[in-house]
């Protein structure tokens, strides 16, 4: 099983909570893809954190899929620069029309190249897909990489500066479409 967290530094944890699933948990209808044709509405999560360290200065927040049949996994959302003072975003925040990330926060594009979160959408009769929210703490305010980025990029740049990590893990599969 491909472990999304293989060769990153062992650093402390802290809590990442949503109201709208549990850890381990199913994803909502609507946190699945519009985009990829997947009967949902693109909408992330309301995310909850606290326990970090006192010196964290930023956060980083990506969302990855490592059961993606594509070697590499697949890159839902990625947002940097995301002010220390923040301890939650709204549902819907990874929508580029809402303007709901905090001032200073920027999302870079997902695998699907657009700077938006995009739902789950596991191929049909691929079984279940984790998709791992992982909430970095950084020791900078901001990370100056260029904007569109890749989240592998975002990796890479912050990997010297995290502090702590936290991770909550949703769950999503599509059933195999019997009229096929």
Do not use: C
Not at 39 to 62: A, C, I, N
């Amino acid at each position: 099983m491909n472990d999304p967290n293989w060769k990153l530094p062992d650093v402390p944890s802290f809590v990442l909570e949503s109201p709208d699933f549990s850890a381990g948990g199913t994803l909502p209808q609507w946190a699945r893809s519009s985009i990829a044709h997947a009967d949902g509405e693109d909408r992330s999560p309301t995310l909850h954190w606290h326990g970090f360290p006192s010196g964290t200065k930023s956060f980083v927040l990506t969302v990855f899929d490592p059961d993606a049949p594509t070697g590499s996994g697949w890159w839902h959302w990625a947002v940097l620069n995301i002010p220390a003072s923040i301890e939650s975003l709204a549902q819907n925040a990874g929508s580029s029309d809402a303007g709901l990330l905090p001032n200073g926060a920027i999302s870079l594009p997902n695998d699907l190249r657009l700077e938006t979160f995009q739902g789950a959408a596991p191929p049909a009769g691929h079984g279940e897909h984790r998709y791992v929210f992982t909430l970095s703490a950084l020791t900078v305010e901001l990370l100056d990489i260029p904007r569109g980025s890749t989240p592998a990029m975002l990796g890479f740049s912050m990997r010297d500066h995290v502090v702590a990590r936290a991770q909550l893990t949703g769950l999503s599969s599509t059933p195999n479409d019997p009229a096929r």
